[in-house]
């Protein structure tokens, strides 16, 4: 074992540490040699792209806007297929007169998402990063605020809850108290019939991840997958959300980058960077 571990060579994750992707990241054990360091999409998709990690699950609109550089692992995904609940964009008018949006500053692939479903729409408000929360965003005039990650899902949450113990999470209303919610994950879904891929696990082509590391990620996924409940009761308590929501939140996840998610992310490549570059998935799969 300790010869093994002993010829990986230092190597560096960059993990998006959101809730969705608690059922890969909270039972790996990275091997010797790897270590990582957390950030939000931003933040990870610059520190790939300038060499300051070398493996990130990244935004996919920057894989695909990069894909002469880089590689995406052909078995790993965060993708759905029909609502997200935690890319939404929260808004005060009707979808149609949308003037003035907020941004966050976290994303990349949900703001090229936002630009692909307003663009089909025939829509073109002016779109400005902001911070702060969406009720924050909607008092300060803008009447559109795009959220995503862990906090949205408390933010969509406070907007469609409580749940009572009868009530399905697909049935919760998308309006309260003058604000609408639009789960961007869903309109796609509308749109295309595929599922949306919001992040891919990507490397630098010169920078292959060690083969540990990747059976590391694949044991832990399976662990993950294989113990949602108590994940979904860890995360929930986290998080301050009933259980029952981020069990379905958790499950809902697609993890695998399967055939009908390189459907989704393909489409969303031709409307998003239409020249782009051949994308490239490696290594190959053990026993492919
Ligand atoms: C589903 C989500 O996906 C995330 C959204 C990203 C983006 O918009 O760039 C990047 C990584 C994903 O993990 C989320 O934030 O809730």
Redesign the pocket.
Known sequence: MSVLSSRVPPYRAGW?H?T??APILDDLILPAGVSAVTGV?TQMNAALLSGGVDIA?I?A?EFIRNADQLAALPDFS?AVLGP?Y??NLFHSVPWESLKRVALTAQ?????ALLEVLLRESGLSPSLERAEGTAQELLAAGYDGVLR??DS??REWYGVVGPLTETTSMTALPHHKGGVTVTDLAQKWFELTGHPFV??VWAYRQSAPPPAELLQAMRVARRHGIGHLAEVAQRHAQLLGLPERVVQHYLWNFRYHLEAPDRLGLNEFAAKVAPNHPPLVFGPALPGS
Do not use: M
């Open positions: 998006i959101y969705n992707v999409p699950n935004s609109v965060v997200v935690s890319v994303s990349a692939t949900s703001v995503i990650g949205a899902l919001f992040a």
